[in-house]
Nanobody
């Protein structure tokens, strides 16, 4: 059974920073594109950022210049560093693995989700 274990998230004031991490097995991490998605109440789940095994990245326009996705191959972990957070970034954030390409639909493997709330 594939497991994506997320950590991080929480409550932060506008303009603040948060980091998310997602750990999985080497068998998954070494071959799959890893991504972060988010879903706000009443909205569809949307791509935030994704990264290939080779380190190529894709970001949603709304987070470019503020969020950074990275991966640590030694730890089988993908990270999302979120800076200059805005209230509209408030959502449940999900780790994903298995997309076929950076611009394709998400893969079949999902983490449990972690909540990010940006509020003063």
């Amino acid at each position: 059974q594939v497991q994506l274990v997320e950590s991080g998230g929480g409550l932060v004031q506008p303009g603040g920073s948060l980091g998310l991490s997602c750990a999985t097995s080497r068998s998954i991490f070494s071959i799959y594109i890893m991504g972060w998605y988010r879903q706000a109440p009443g909205n569809q789940r949307e791509l935030v950022a994704a990264i290939t095994t080779g380190g190529r990245t894709k970001y949603a326009d709304s987070v470019k210049g503020r969020f950074t996705i990275s991966r640590d191959n030694a730890k089988n972990t993908v990270y999302l560093q979120m800076n200059n957070l805005r209230p509209e970034d408030t959502a449940d954030y999900y780790c994903n693995a298995g997309a076929r390409g950076l611009g394709s639909s998400p893969g079949n493997y999902w983490g449990q989700g972690t909540q990010v709330t940006v509020s003063s």
